[in-house]
C-alpha cells in the first residue's frame, strides 16, 4: 500500500512537471507559502489534504495513487510473520497460491467450493499481508517479484515439506506431459551457479506461459506443477557408508 509520504513526493514531481510555483499552489489551497513549503517539506500530510493539492494540480487522485503503487519494489520474499499469517487458514494458503498464478476472483471461485464472498475476504486479507493491492470490480495487483520464493526454512515452506511434499511424489509421473528426473554428478562449484541460474529461467519461463495461455479456453489448459530443486546432498543411508 502506497504511504502518504510516497504519494507527497510524488505531488512534488507533479508540481514540477505543472510549472507551478509554491506561491500558486499556496493560493489554490489559500494557505501561507510558507505553511505548503513547511508541509511538502515534511512529507507527511492528512489524505484530504492530498486531495486538495490533486484538485489544485487537476490531477486525479486515484490515479495517482495507483501510479504510485505500481512504483513500489515488488517483494521477492515475504517477512516470517507475513508467512505465518498466510499458513494459518489453508484457504488463505490456497489463495496465495492462486494469486501467484494470477488467477481472477471468478477462476477460483469457479474452480473450488468456496464463496464469493469468502473469496472476496481472502483477497483483502491478503491485501493487507501486502502480497496484492486490490483494485476495483475485485481485481488485485501483484506484489510480488518475478524471482519471488518462500523462506526457505519459513512457515509456508516447513507446511509443504510436512504435508505436500510425499503427495507430489506419490504420483508416477507417467501421464501426458509429466516426468520425473533426478540426477546425481559432481561439477565445478564455480559452474554450480549456473545451473542454478538455468533452473530458474525455466520456472520463469512456465510463469510466463502460464500468463499467455490465460487467453485460451479452460477446455485447452491442463494444470501442471513443475517443482525444480539443485542442493548440496547426498542420502543420509549412503553417507553413512562412507570411509572415515
Not at 501421464?175 to 533426478?182: D, I, K, S, T
Request: hydrophobic share 45%.
Amino acid at each position: 500500500m502506497s504511504t502518504t509520504v510516497d504519494l507527497v513526493n510524488a505531488l512534488k514531481n507533479e508540481l514540477k512537471s505543472a510549472h507551478m510555483t509554491y506561491a500558486d499552489l499556496a493560493k489554490s489551497l489559500d494557505m501561507a507559502e510558507s505553511s505548503v513549503k513547511r508541509m511538502l517539506a515534511k512529507g507527511d500530510m492528512p489524505l484530504t489534504r492530498v486531495d486538495a493539492i490533486c484538485r489544485a494540480l487537476k490531477i486525479d487522485f486515484a490515479e495517482l495513487a495507483r501510479r504510485v503503487a505500481d512504483a513500489q519494489p515488488l517483494l521477492k520474499e515475504l517477512t516470517l510473520e507475513q508467512e505465518k499469517a498466510v499458513v494459518k487458514d489453508k484457504k488463505l494458503l490456497l489463495l496465495a497460491i492462486c494469486v501467484l498464478s494470477q488467477w481472477t476472483l471468478e477462476q477460483i471461485v469457479g474452480a473450488y467450493r468456496i464463496t464469493e464472498a469468502e473469496c472476496i475476504g481472502h483477497l483483502a486479507q491478503l491485501d493487507r499481508i501486502g502480497i496484492i493491492e486490490l483494485r476495483p470490480l475485485n481485481r488485485y495487483r501483484l506484489k510480488l517479484a518475478k524471482t519471488f520464493r518462500w523462506r526457505p526454512h519459513g512457515p509456508v515452506m516447513d507446511f509443504f515439506r510436512e504435508n505436500v511434499v510425499l503427495d507430489y511424489y506419490r504420483g508416477g509421473f507417467d501421464g501426458p506431459a509429466e516426468g520425473l528426473l533426478l540426477v546425481h554428478g559432481s561439477i565445478s562449484k564455480s559452474l554450480a551457479p549456473a545451473f542454478l541460474d538455468r533452473l530458474q529461467r525455466v520456472a520463469q519461463d512456465f510463469a510466463q506461459q502460464h500468463q499467455t495461455d490465460q487467453k485460451l479456453s479452460p477446455k485447452e489448459r491442463e494444470g501442471y506443477t513443475l517443482l525444480l530443486g539443485m542442493r548440496n546432498w547426498e542420502f543420509e543411508l549412503f553417507t553413512r557408508l562412507r570411509r572415515a
